[in-house]
């Protein structure tokens, strides 16, 4: 296929899922459950792709994506409260010290930026530690952003460990969309560049890498910063879809959450995450509903066994478990869904 | 300024040992299979929760032995079901299985109890008030200190003087040499995780004893600070890691004593970091150098 006509179905079938999107909603209504999903889901693939790019792809195994999240929700959230209303949530800091407030977008881009600004100066000693060792630092690092955060004598910033709310946030799941394909798109031109090409020898040999000619510590601080800019970006819209946002609720468990939505995709392939994101979310807020509440069968006499208040983390965790294990390599493997369409390489080159 | 100070010292002493008795299991897992058991906190939670629930049928004599053989059964059910499977897989695998374990046992203990935090019982005696100077504090924090080093010189004793002590040197030194020995590396990793579960159950005894409740997700916290007790003290090292953990939970309470509570978490990282990267081998621990 050609590369323009490949372009025009990408863009096509993009163009399909928006219009299909706004049926959906239209359809449903904006505070259904499928939409509720699809909205949290897309802002969970653009995290799961933006650490799949460090831990799938560039071989860091980092556990600080929820710093950089938090990081970017304070700063989209600090920026973007309208001064009308800063009085009212910075109640025990005398409305704050920040005087103005900015359009969302900018919020938004500044979200990425000063997540992307803090993993350069985090990554500058960092990465260049090796395997558990920057994984264990960079979890370390979000608990240190998490402590700053909550800081009484930061709170006319960050209004310490109270709540931050009545920030400007999306009703259509149209903009969410929006946002996360751009982000992801950007993503995956950056792995198909010589860079992702640089990122993917590093993972499989650091060394030969190196011979190669590839500067180590520069790519390698080049992926960690993408990285946490998207984080950012995703931080942002979470805190959007959240409404109001609290700087405890960003622990390592939601590290680790992203971490095994990154896994049970395939570490390495962009599509395996968003396809995991979006199952991941579906079962977790939505299909697996059903095993938190108790239910009685055969006009309430025989109540089913097990099922109460928090069953459903417990099958799901163990699902997750049967993926690490029997699965390792996820839904995708290292492929992506447009591999699985085109012919193979191999195919093309022989001609008779 | 020593009075205000006293009781603060006391309780990093009585810390210090408990995140000692953790620590000592994650450094001999990583000593040997080169994991950080990220689910080591959760076992440390889970010997909590069977105290909780024991101690309603069982007085405390019985209970006590009861929970240190549960605790150090699931313990070696983690080890027989999440890693072994995995022994020949690229080691983030295995670190992603911790992670999943962890994330599974948090869920299995919020089922249970319902999310509810659990009232821990009070043992006899040692939960009893003391005064020592100008300060109050219980008898569980007099106990832990000697309690800890007690039960690491029994330990350092068996890795020394014993069979097993010597296969686990072996199989830490090299995993594949140890095998070709004749040495069965999977009854030296189960030794290994019934001894680390053996310890944080102890740990746990003693911990929620000065703390009162349990929570499903209470362990996460020291557990990590254990782990940094551990990388401190040099990975591998057991000695290394007892005296990071005191170290680590001195300066935790005085950083609490000075009134900057919130950094006392963070205080734990930041040591972690710059150990990282000025000392990576830790105090005590052995340099590698990369193979090609």
Known sequence: ?352 | MFDRILPYLLSGISVGGQYALIAVGYTMVYGILRLINFAHGDIFTAAGFFMVYIATALPVQFAIPLVIALTVALGFTVERIAYKPLRSAPRMSVMISAIGVSYLLQNLMWYVTGGLAKQYPTIPWISESITIGSATTKVVTLITPVLTILLVIALVTIIQKTKIGMAMRAVSKDFETAQLMGIKINSVISTTFIIGSLLAAVGSVLYFSNYTSVTPTVGAMPGLKAFVAAVFGGIGSIPGAVIGAFIIGICENIIKALGYTTFSDAFTFALLIVILLFKPTGLFGEKTSEKV
Not at chain 1, 69 to 79: C, D, I, K, N
Not at chain 1, 210 to 224: S, Y
């Open chain 1, 1 to 352: 296929m050609k590369k323009t006509t490949k372009n025009l179905i990408n863009i096509a079938l993009l163009l399909l899922m928006f219009v299909g999107l706004y049926f959906l909603e239209q359809h449903f209504g904006r505070r259904s459950m499928l939409i509720t999903v699809l909205k949290k889901g897309a802002i969970y693939a653009l995290i799961a792709v933006s650490m799949n790019l460090l831990n799938g792809f560039t071989g860091l195994f980092s556990l600080g994506q929820a710093g950089f999240m938090l990081v970017g929700a304070y700063t989209y959230a600090v920026l973007t409260i309208p001064m009308a209303k800063r009085m009212a949530v910075y109640q025990y800091y005398d409305g704050g010290i920040i005087n103005f407030t900015v359009p969302t977008i900018v919020g938004i881009l500044a979200a990425g930026a000063l997540a992307a600004l803090l993993a350069m100066l985090i990554g500058m000693p960092v990465l260049r530690l090796k395997s558990d060792y920057l994984a264990i630092a960079t979890l370390g690092f979000a608990e240190i952003i998490r402590a700053i955060i909550q800081w009484d004598t930061l709170g006319p910033i960050t209004n310490g460990s109270n709540l931050l709310k009545t920030y400007p946030t999306f009703k259509s799941v149209i903009p969410v969309f929006a946002a996360a394909t751009i982000c992801i798109g950007v993503i995956v031109l950056l792995i198909n560049s010589t860079y992702g090409r640089a990122f993917k020898a590093i993972r499989d040999d650091e060394i030969a890498a190196e011979a190669m000619g590839i500067n180590l510590f520069h790519h390698k601080q080049m992926a960690f910063i993408i990285s946490s800019f998207f984080a950012g970006i995703g931080g942002a819209l979470l805190a959007m879809y959240q409404g109001s946002l609290q700087a405890n609720a960003f622990k390592a468990s939601m590290t680790y959450e992203i971490l095994l939505i990154v896994v049970i995709g395939g570490m390495g392939s962009v599509t395996g995450s968003v396809i995991a994101s979006f199952l991941f979310i579906a079962c977790s807020e939505w299909w697996l509903r059903f095993l938190d509440t108790e239910t009685y069968l055969f006009g309430g006499t025989v109540k089913l066994p097990l099922l109460r208040s928090g069953f459903r983390m417990v099958v799901f965790s163990v699902v997750i478990m049967i993926v690490v294990l029997f699965f390792r390599k996820g839904i995708m493997g290292e492929k992506e869904l447009w591999d699985l369409f085109t012919p193979k390489k191999k195919k093309e080159g022989i001609k008779p």
